[in-house]
Protein backbone atom coordinates (compact mmCIF):
# COMPACT_ATOMS: atom_id res chain seq x y z
CA UNK A 1 0.00 0.00 0.00
CA UNK A 2 0.98 3.30 -0.91
CA UNK A 3 0.55 6.81 1.49
CA UNK A 4 0.85 9.92 -0.16
CA UNK A 5 2.32 12.11 2.10
CA UNK A 6 2.36 16.12 1.19
CA UNK A 7 4.79 17.80 3.88
CA UNK A 8 3.95 21.54 4.67
CA UNK A 9 7.38 23.27 6.65
CA UNK A 10 11.28 22.40 5.49
CA UNK A 11 12.82 23.76 8.52
CA UNK A 12 14.85 21.32 10.93
CA UNK A 13 11.13 19.40 11.55
CA UNK A 14 10.78 19.51 8.08
CA UNK A 15 14.36 17.39 7.73
CA UNK A 16 13.29 15.40 10.44
CA UNK A 17 10.17 13.97 9.23
CA UNK A 18 11.78 13.75 5.67
CA UNK A 19 14.59 11.45 7.08
CA UNK A 20 11.42 9.20 8.83
CA UNK A 21 8.99 9.03 5.65
CA UNK A 22 12.17 7.48 3.50
CA UNK A 23 13.34 4.54 6.12
CA UNK A 24 10.21 4.01 7.48
CA UNK A 25 8.71 1.01 5.89
CA UNK A 26 12.62 -0.14 5.27
CA UNK A 27 12.87 -0.91 8.69
CA UNK A 28 9.32 -1.41 9.92
CA UNK A 29 6.99 -3.92 8.17
CA UNK A 30 4.53 -0.83 8.48
CA UNK A 31 2.36 -2.34 5.18
CA UNK A 32 2.88 0.92 4.02
CA UNK A 33 4.68 2.69 2.25
CA UNK A 34 5.73 6.48 2.38
CA UNK A 35 5.60 8.30 -1.05
CA UNK A 36 7.15 11.52 -0.62
CA UNK A 37 5.11 13.37 -3.61
CA UNK A 38 4.88 16.99 -2.35
CA UNK A 39 6.91 19.58 -0.28
CA UNK A 40 5.66 22.61 0.67
CA UNK A 41 6.94 26.33 2.12
CA UNK A 42 6.36 29.66 1.33
CA UNK A 43 9.92 30.00 0.62
CA UNK A 44 10.20 28.70 -2.83
CA UNK A 45 14.09 28.25 -3.24
CA UNK A 46 14.34 26.54 0.29
CA UNK A 47 11.84 23.87 -0.24
CA UNK A 48 12.93 23.30 -3.67
CA UNK A 49 16.44 22.38 -2.04
CA UNK A 50 14.09 20.49 0.33
CA UNK A 51 12.49 18.60 -2.27
CA UNK A 52 16.06 18.11 -4.33
CA UNK A 53 17.83 16.63 -1.42
CA UNK A 54 14.83 14.56 0.14
CA UNK A 55 13.29 13.55 -3.14
CA UNK A 56 10.23 15.16 -2.26
CA UNK A 57 8.51 14.73 -6.29
CA UNK A 58 7.18 18.65 -6.42
CA UNK A 59 7.32 21.42 -4.48
CA UNK A 60 4.48 23.95 -3.66
CA UNK A 61 4.22 27.11 -1.86
CA UNK A 62 0.66 27.36 -1.40
CA UNK A 63 -0.43 24.46 1.13
CA UNK A 64 -3.76 25.15 0.04
CA UNK A 65 -3.02 23.40 -3.15
CA UNK A 66 -1.39 21.03 -1.07
CA UNK A 67 -3.98 19.93 1.08
CA UNK A 68 -6.58 19.23 -1.80
CA UNK A 69 -4.25 17.71 -3.97
CA UNK A 70 -5.92 14.51 -5.32
CA UNK A 71 -3.11 12.58 -5.11
CA UNK A 72 -2.11 13.54 -1.25
CA UNK A 73 -3.56 10.93 1.23
CA UNK A 74 -1.65 12.39 4.44
CA UNK A 75 -0.50 16.26 5.16
CA UNK A 76 2.44 16.05 7.33
CA UNK A 77 2.63 20.05 9.10
CA UNK A 78 6.15 20.74 10.12
CA UNK A 79 5.57 24.56 10.22
CA UNK A 80 5.56 26.93 12.78
CA UNK A 81 3.05 27.09 15.33
CA UNK A 82 0.35 29.82 14.23
CA UNK A 83 -0.06 27.65 10.76
CA UNK A 84 -0.73 24.75 12.66
CA UNK A 85 -4.56 25.68 13.14
CA UNK A 86 -5.08 26.94 9.26
CA UNK A 87 -3.66 24.27 7.66
CA UNK A 88 -4.93 21.28 9.94
CA UNK A 89 -8.10 21.79 9.49
CA UNK A 90 -8.16 22.80 5.70
CA UNK A 91 -6.66 19.51 5.95
CA UNK A 92 -9.04 17.52 7.82
CA UNK A 93 -12.34 19.11 5.44
CA UNK A 94 -10.39 17.77 2.35
CA UNK A 95 -10.63 14.01 4.34
CA UNK A 96 -6.94 14.07 4.97
CA UNK A 97 -4.85 12.07 7.14
CA UNK A 98 -2.43 14.45 9.62
CA UNK A 99 0.23 14.99 11.14
CA UNK A 100 0.98 17.48 13.43
CA UNK A 101 4.26 19.11 15.03
CA UNK A 102 3.81 20.09 18.27
CA UNK A 103 2.57 21.86 20.17
CA UNK A 104 -1.24 21.20 18.86
CA UNK A 105 -1.65 25.14 18.64
CA UNK A 106 -1.40 28.44 19.86
CA UNK A 107 -3.69 28.01 22.58
CA UNK A 108 -6.62 25.54 23.97
CA UNK A 109 -9.23 27.68 21.65
CA UNK A 110 -7.79 26.74 18.65
CA UNK A 111 -6.74 23.14 19.87
CA UNK A 112 -10.15 22.16 20.07
CA UNK A 113 -11.43 23.95 16.66
CA UNK A 114 -8.39 21.53 15.35
CA UNK A 115 -10.54 19.00 17.42
CA UNK A 116 -13.95 19.56 16.18
CA UNK A 117 -12.30 19.73 12.81
CA UNK A 118 -11.04 16.11 12.63
CA UNK A 119 -13.84 14.39 14.09
CA UNK A 120 -16.21 16.12 11.97
CA UNK A 121 -14.15 14.73 8.90
CA UNK A 122 -12.96 11.05 10.96
CA UNK A 123 -9.55 11.55 9.68
CA UNK A 124 -6.57 9.61 11.16
CA UNK A 125 -4.82 12.45 13.37
CA UNK A 126 -1.42 12.20 15.00
CA UNK A 127 1.23 15.00 17.17
CA UNK A 128 4.32 14.88 16.70
CA UNK A 129 4.90 14.13 20.61
CA UNK A 130 8.50 11.88 19.29
CA UNK A 131 9.55 11.62 23.01
CA UNK A 132 6.79 8.96 22.67
CA UNK A 133 8.06 7.07 20.72
CA UNK A 134 11.75 6.78 22.79
CA UNK A 135 11.88 3.01 23.60
CA UNK A 136 13.24 4.06 27.33
CA UNK A 137 10.18 6.25 27.71
CA UNK A 138 8.24 3.83 25.95
CA UNK A 139 9.40 0.83 28.48
CA UNK A 140 8.93 3.81 31.49
CA UNK A 141 5.65 3.48 30.88
CA UNK A 142 5.04 -0.29 30.64
CA UNK A 143 6.88 -0.92 33.90
CA UNK A 144 4.33 1.85 35.24
CA UNK A 145 1.28 -0.04 34.04
CA UNK A 146 2.85 -3.20 35.21
CA UNK A 147 2.52 -1.88 38.34
CA UNK A 148 6.62 -1.82 39.53
CA UNK A 149 6.04 1.44 40.57
CA UNK A 150 2.97 1.26 42.86
CA UNK A 151 1.53 4.25 43.91
CA UNK A 152 3.08 7.02 42.28
CA UNK A 153 4.58 10.11 44.44
CA UNK A 154 6.21 12.69 42.50
CA UNK A 155 6.82 13.06 38.96
CA UNK A 156 10.07 15.49 38.54
CA UNK A 157 10.37 16.90 35.02
CA UNK A 158 12.78 19.17 33.08
CA UNK A 159 13.16 20.14 29.53
CA UNK A 160 16.71 22.08 29.24
CA UNK A 161 18.41 24.14 26.14
CA UNK A 162 20.63 26.95 25.85
CA UNK A 163 20.82 27.92 22.48
CA UNK A 164 19.79 31.50 23.01
CA UNK A 165 21.72 32.68 25.95
CA UNK A 166 23.67 34.17 23.63
CA UNK A 167 22.26 37.97 23.82
CA UNK A 168 23.04 38.60 20.15
CA UNK A 169 21.16 35.15 19.05
CA UNK A 170 18.82 36.91 16.61
CA UNK A 171 14.77 37.18 16.56
CA UNK A 172 14.39 33.62 15.01
CA UNK A 173 10.27 32.49 14.90
CA UNK A 174 10.43 30.66 17.94
CA UNK A 175 10.87 33.97 20.06
CA UNK A 176 7.92 35.88 18.80
CA UNK A 177 4.66 35.50 20.55
CA UNK A 178 2.55 35.94 17.07
CA UNK A 179 4.63 33.17 15.47
CA UNK A 180 5.32 30.94 17.95
CA UNK A 181 2.34 31.34 20.75
CA UNK A 182 4.99 30.91 23.82
CA UNK A 183 8.57 30.16 24.21
CA UNK A 184 10.28 27.56 26.11
CA UNK A 185 6.85 26.97 27.32
CA UNK A 186 5.45 26.06 24.34
CA UNK A 187 8.87 24.60 22.92
CA UNK A 188 9.73 22.24 25.92
CA UNK A 189 7.18 22.04 29.03
CA UNK A 190 4.86 20.70 25.60
CA UNK A 191 7.19 17.83 26.01
CA UNK A 192 6.97 16.92 29.01
CA UNK A 193 3.81 17.83 30.19
CA UNK A 194 2.88 15.11 27.05
CA UNK A 195 5.76 12.79 28.98
CA UNK A 196 4.08 13.14 31.77
CA UNK A 197 0.60 12.69 30.78
CA UNK A 198 1.98 9.54 29.13
CA UNK A 199 3.30 7.71 31.77
CA UNK A 200 1.34 9.16 34.98
CA UNK A 201 -2.14 10.62 33.93
CA UNK A 202 -3.75 13.54 34.12
CA UNK A 203 -2.73 16.90 35.72
CA UNK A 204 -5.56 18.76 37.48
CA UNK A 205 -3.96 21.99 38.56
CA UNK A 206 -0.56 24.51 38.35
CA UNK A 207 0.85 27.33 39.85
CA UNK A 208 3.79 28.78 37.35
CA UNK A 209 6.15 31.54 36.84
CA UNK A 210 7.39 32.57 33.54
CA UNK A 211 10.49 35.01 32.89
CA UNK A 212 12.42 36.45 30.06
CA UNK A 213 15.68 36.75 30.75
CA UNK A 214 16.63 38.79 27.51
CA UNK A 215 13.98 41.55 26.63
CA UNK A 216 15.60 42.84 23.21
CA UNK A 217 17.62 40.73 20.51
CA UNK A 218 19.01 41.34 17.07
CA UNK A 219 16.24 40.73 14.33
CA UNK A 220 17.21 37.60 12.07
CA UNK A 221 19.17 38.32 9.05
CA UNK A 222 18.92 34.49 8.03
CA UNK A 223 18.48 30.83 9.35
CA UNK A 224 21.43 28.75 9.02
CA UNK A 225 20.01 25.20 9.71
CA UNK A 226 18.64 23.58 12.66
CA UNK A 227 18.28 26.18 15.31
CA UNK A 228 21.13 28.34 14.04
CA UNK A 229 20.55 31.83 12.53
CA UNK A 230 22.77 35.14 11.57
CA UNK A 231 21.59 38.28 13.14
CA UNK A 232 21.27 41.54 11.46
CA UNK A 233 23.91 43.83 12.69
CA UNK A 234 21.83 47.40 12.74
CA UNK A 235 18.21 46.75 14.21
CA UNK A 236 16.86 45.21 17.31
CA UNK A 237 13.37 43.65 18.12
CA UNK A 238 11.09 42.58 21.41
CA UNK A 239 11.26 39.41 22.68
CA UNK A 240 7.46 38.54 23.48
CA UNK A 241 7.83 34.89 24.70
CA UNK A 242 9.31 33.74 27.95
CA UNK A 243 12.70 32.41 28.41
CA UNK A 244 11.87 29.75 30.89
CA UNK A 245 8.62 28.44 32.64
CA UNK A 246 8.39 27.04 35.60
CA UNK A 247 5.18 25.44 37.43
CA UNK A 248 3.72 23.07 39.82
CA UNK A 249 1.41 20.61 39.04
CA UNK A 250 -1.48 18.32 40.72
CA UNK A 251 -2.21 15.26 39.25
CA UNK A 252 -5.35 13.43 39.09
CA UNK A 253 -4.15 10.19 40.82
CA UNK A 254 -2.50 12.60 44.08
CA UNK A 255 1.07 12.91 42.66
CA UNK A 256 2.32 16.13 42.71
CA UNK A 257 4.69 17.27 40.10
CA UNK A 258 7.42 19.95 39.53
CA UNK A 259 8.40 20.93 35.49
CA UNK A 260 10.94 23.43 34.21
CA UNK A 261 11.62 24.52 30.37
CA UNK A 262 14.51 26.78 29.73
CA UNK A 263 16.56 27.83 26.93
CA UNK A 264 19.14 29.38 29.68
CA UNK A 265 20.59 26.25 31.16
CA UNK A 266 24.27 26.87 29.97
CA UNK A 267 25.98 23.56 28.99
CA UNK A 268 22.31 21.72 28.61
CA UNK A 269 21.84 20.81 24.62
CA UNK A 270 18.57 18.87 24.95
CA UNK A 271 18.82 17.95 28.71
CA UNK A 272 15.05 16.61 28.34
CA UNK A 273 14.57 14.46 31.71
CA UNK A 274 12.05 13.03 33.59
CA UNK A 275 12.28 11.30 37.23
CA UNK A 276 9.19 9.21 38.53
CA UNK A 277 9.03 8.08 42.39
CA UNK A 278 6.08 5.44 43.57
CA UNK A 279 5.87 3.45 46.48
CA UNK A 280 7.44 0.39 45.10
CA UNK A 281 10.15 1.56 42.78
CA UNK A 282 11.24 4.68 40.75
CA UNK A 283 12.28 5.09 37.39
CA UNK A 284 15.00 8.21 35.62
CA UNK A 285 15.12 8.92 31.81
CA UNK A 286 17.48 11.74 30.22
CA UNK A 287 17.66 12.34 26.96
CA UNK A 288 20.78 12.71 26.55
CA UNK A 289 21.51 9.13 27.13
CA UNK A 290 18.45 8.15 25.37
CA UNK A 291 18.80 4.61 25.07
CA UNK A 292 18.99 4.20 28.88
CA UNK A 293 16.69 3.69 31.46
CA UNK A 294 17.27 4.04 35.96
CA UNK A 295 14.84 1.86 37.60
CA UNK A 296 15.48 2.13 41.54
CA UNK A 297 13.08 -0.94 42.41
CA UNK A 298 12.35 -1.60 46.35
CA UNK A 299 10.90 -5.06 46.14
CA UNK A 300 14.95 -5.85 45.64
CA UNK A 301 16.21 -7.87 48.54
CA UNK A 302 17.78 -4.96 50.80
CA UNK A 303 21.51 -5.96 50.13
CA UNK A 304 20.92 -5.97 46.41
CA UNK A 305 19.04 -2.68 46.41
CA UNK A 306 20.51 -0.21 43.93
CA UNK A 307 19.70 1.97 40.65
CA UNK A 308 19.63 -0.36 37.82
CA UNK A 309 21.38 1.34 34.45
CA UNK A 310 18.85 -0.83 31.90
CA UNK A 311 20.31 -0.47 28.53
CA UNK A 312 17.22 -0.37 26.27
CA UNK A 313 18.37 -1.86 22.78
CA UNK A 314 17.01 -5.46 23.47
CA UNK A 315 14.85 -6.58 20.15
CA UNK A 316 11.96 -8.41 20.63
CA UNK A 317 12.41 -6.93 24.49
CA UNK A 318 12.12 -3.39 24.08
CA UNK A 319 9.75 -1.08 21.74
CA UNK A 320 11.19 -0.65 18.71
CA UNK A 321 14.36 -2.18 18.75
CA UNK A 322 13.16 -5.43 16.63
CA UNK A 323 13.75 -2.65 13.74
CA UNK A 324 16.58 -1.51 14.40
CA UNK A 325 20.09 -3.01 15.03
CA UNK A 326 21.86 -6.13 17.69
CA UNK A 327 21.38 -5.32 21.10
CA UNK A 328 23.65 -2.37 22.46
CA UNK A 329 23.82 -0.99 18.71
CA UNK A 330 22.11 2.37 20.17
CA UNK A 331 19.73 5.18 18.40
CA UNK A 332 19.15 8.13 18.21
CA UNK A 333 17.16 11.59 18.01
CA UNK A 334 16.12 10.87 14.35
CA UNK A 335 14.82 7.17 15.27
CA UNK A 336 11.98 8.29 17.60
CA UNK A 337 10.59 10.21 14.24
CA UNK A 338 10.99 7.29 12.16
CA UNK A 339 9.84 5.32 14.90
CA UNK A 340 6.61 7.22 15.10
CA UNK A 341 6.81 7.14 11.39
CA UNK A 342 6.03 3.30 10.58
CA UNK A 343 3.15 3.83 13.49
CA UNK A 344 1.72 6.40 11.43
CA UNK A 345 1.76 3.87 8.27
CA UNK A 346 1.00 0.64 10.02
CA UNK A 347 -2.13 2.37 11.51
CA UNK A 348 -2.91 3.66 7.84
CA UNK A 349 -2.17 0.36 6.55
CA UNK A 350 -5.12 -1.27 9.34
CA UNK A 351 -7.23 2.01 8.27
CA UNK A 352 -7.13 2.90 11.86
CA UNK A 353 -9.05 6.06 12.52
CA UNK A 354 -6.86 7.23 15.15
CA UNK A 355 -3.76 6.50 16.90
CA UNK A 356 -2.14 8.40 19.85
CA UNK A 357 -0.84 10.73 20.95
CA UNK A 358 -4.18 11.87 18.52
CA UNK A 359 -5.69 16.23 18.48
CA UNK A 360 -8.15 15.19 21.49
CA UNK A 361 -4.75 14.16 23.71
CA UNK A 362 -3.09 16.94 22.98
CA UNK A 363 -5.28 19.52 23.71
CA UNK A 364 -5.23 17.90 27.09
CA UNK A 365 -1.45 19.11 27.41
CA UNK A 366 -2.61 22.36 25.36
CA UNK A 367 -4.62 22.88 28.39
CA UNK A 368 -2.29 22.86 30.85
CA UNK A 369 0.44 25.00 29.19
CA UNK A 370 -2.36 27.93 28.94
CA UNK A 371 -3.62 27.07 32.09
CA UNK A 372 0.34 27.84 33.58
CA UNK A 373 0.60 31.18 31.45
CA UNK A 374 -2.42 32.27 33.16
CA UNK A 375 -1.61 31.03 36.99
CA UNK A 376 1.48 33.10 36.42
CA UNK A 377 -0.31 36.07 35.52
CA UNK A 378 -2.44 35.52 38.57
CA UNK A 379 0.38 34.13 40.61
CA UNK A 380 -2.13 31.34 41.99
CA UNK A 381 -3.25 28.06 41.40
CA UNK A 382 -5.35 27.70 38.47
CA UNK A 383 -7.37 24.48 37.79
CA UNK A 384 -6.71 22.74 34.74
CA UNK A 385 -10.18 22.85 32.05
CA UNK A 386 -11.32 19.12 31.64
CA UNK A 387 -10.94 19.10 27.70
C1 LIG B 1 13.92 23.50 19.78
O1 LIG B 1 13.75 23.83 21.07
C2 LIG B 1 13.57 22.05 19.51
O2 LIG B 1 13.83 21.81 18.17
C3 LIG B 1 12.10 21.76 19.77
O3 LIG B 1 11.26 22.55 18.95
C4 LIG B 1 11.83 20.28 19.52
O4 LIG B 1 10.47 19.96 19.75
C5 LIG B 1 12.72 19.47 20.45
O5 LIG B 1 12.51 18.08 20.26
C6 LIG B 1 14.17 19.81 20.21
O6 LIG B 1 14.39 21.23 20.35
Redesign the pocket.
Known sequence: MKVNVGMVGCG?MGKAHSNAWHRAHIFFKTGAEAVMKAACDSDKKAVKAMADLWGWQRTETDYRKLVTAEDIDLVDIATPNKAHAEIAIAAAEAGKAILCE?PLAMDLKQALAMVKAVKKNKVLNVVAF?YRRVPALALARQIIQEGRLGRIFHVRACYL?DWIIDPDFPLVW?LQKPIAGSGAHG??NA?IIDMARFLVGEITEVTGDAKTFIKQRPVLEAITGG?GAKASKKKKGKVTVDDAVIFLAHFRNGAIGTFEATRFAQGRK?GNKIEINGEKGSLAFNFERMNELEFFDAQDPKHLQGWRNIMVTEPGAHPYMHAWWPAGHIIGYEHTAVNLASDILTAMAKKKKSLQPDFADAARTQAVLDSVLVSAKKRAWVKVPKV
Open positions: FKNQRDLHLN
